[in-house]
Every structure is written in C-alpha cells, then in structure tokens.
C-alpha cells in the first residue's frame, strides 16, 4: 500500500514596511521605509507617504537604497515615490522637522505616519504605519533623597532638557508649608550658588538659556510656619 502525506508552509509577502526613530540631537524623526522585501516583480510602484500635521520633510534628506534622492513630488503633506519596474528590495530613508510647538509643553507628542504601496499585482491593503514618540520636558522636580538624622530633603529641578532657546527664564519654586529652604544649598550646573534666606518661595532667573541646566537644592521639615520668600542672585 502507499501511505503519503501532505504539507504547507506559507511564505509571507511583505510589500511594505515601516519605521521610525527621533533623534533628539537634529529634533528630527527619521524614517525607513523597506519595500518589496520579497523581490516581487512590480511594474508601477508607487510609495504614497502621508505626514501627520507637525512635521515637514528635511531638505536634502532622502535616500534611495543609500544614495541621495530627487525621485519623488510632495504636495501639502503627502509624498510620493514613483519607483518605476521594481523586481528587488528597495529602501527609502528620510528625515522631518519636528514643529517648534512640540518642544514647548511638559507634555510627549506622537506623530503617526502612514505609508502606502500601489502597482500591479500589489494588495490593496499594502500599508504600514507606525507612531514615533517626540519627548518634550522643559522642567522637571524630583526628590533625590532624604536624610533622616538632619531631616533634609535634596531636591533635583532639570530645566529645558529639550535644550531650546528660552528668552527670559525665571524659575520659581514654591515650598510647602511644613519645609523650610537649607541655606546655600543650591548649586547651579554643578556649581553652588549664593543665596539669602528663603522659607517658602526661591526664585531663580536663567535669563536666556540654550542647554539642560540641572540644579540641586535642600529642604528642611519644620513645624513652624513662615512665609517670607527669597532671590537666588543671577
């Protein structure tokens, strides 16, 4: 007798994939965009890209298989790639400015883009798209510790960790009722910095500030309260 048996392995087509990272150096996103991954013979590709309100594409920035690119049109914040008879892999890589908006808030943005292959032979469902997260922090307090035998708290406040231009800084720090300010306890980038005493406000002003000024200070619980407030010099 013949005893026989039957298999299936199913081989997946990818069209179409893509990624994205930010690059918190440029304050761009940079996006990969792989397509026909399969080597599928395609004789009208086309890549119809669709940037999310906030971004535009960097000058310049667009590759096509490693070599610097002009084979494409936009309009408003849509591109498209006409890559022609394609039978092989093919990767476009390319850049967005990140709006200017996006870095003055507390709060993290995400820009979703979307991207999309046609041609002959390809499924209407040949789409990727993928979220990139934009960090935003322009300040930010923690406690860093506490010493239980002198009862003192050290505080860290990061300023402007998105490393902008910011004309007229002041920072203001408000102490709860119940703390008191330790004296010359601040230190500025590393470097201590004079003060007067305070009990409830400390104000600093940065003036114009370009980079990440982190600065440490201490509080102290107290039960007495006060209200009086203080200027940490510029």
Not at 36 to 56: E, F, M, S, W
Not at 136 to 159: A, D, F, H, P
Not at 200 to 229: A, C, Q
Request: hydrophobic letters at 35%; one cysteine or more.
């Amino acid at each position: 007798f013949i005893i026989s048996n039957e298999a299936t392995v199913s081989i997946p087509v990818k069209f179409i994939i893509k990624t994205g990272s930010f690059n918190s150096t440029t304050k761009r996103i940079d996006w990969t965009i792989v397509v026909n991954q399969n080597g599928v013979t395609i004789p009208n590709a086309v890549i119809t890209d669709i940037l999310p309100a906030g971004l535009t594409l960097s000058p310049g920035s667009v590759l096509l298989d490693g070599i610097a690119s002009t084979a494409f049109t936009t309009s408003g914040q849509v591109i498209n790639f006409n890559l022609g008879a394609i039978s092989e892999r093919h990767t476009i890589k390319y850049s967005t400015t990140v709006e200017a908006a996006a870095f003055l808030s507390n709060t993290d943005k995400t820009y979703t883009n979307l991207a999309t292959l046609t041609g002959t032979g390809v499924p209407e469902n040949a789409t990727s798209g993928i979220g990139v997260g934009v960090p935003s922090s322009l300040i930010e307090k923690v406690g860093t510790s506490y010493n239980k035998v002198t009862g003192e708290i050290t505080w860290k406040i990061t300023v402007n960790n998105n490393q902008i231009t910011i004309t007229n800084a002041v920072i203001t720090d408000l102490i709860r009722i119940g703390q008191q300010y330790v004296i010359n306890s601040a230190t500025i980038n590393g470097t201590p910095s004079s003060d007067t005493p305070c009990n409830m406000d400390l104000t600093y002003e940065l003036g114009i500030v370009y980079n990440t000024y982190p600065f440490y200070l201490r509080g102290m619980n107290f039960i007495k309260e006060l209200n009086s407030s203080c200027e940490l010099p510029k």
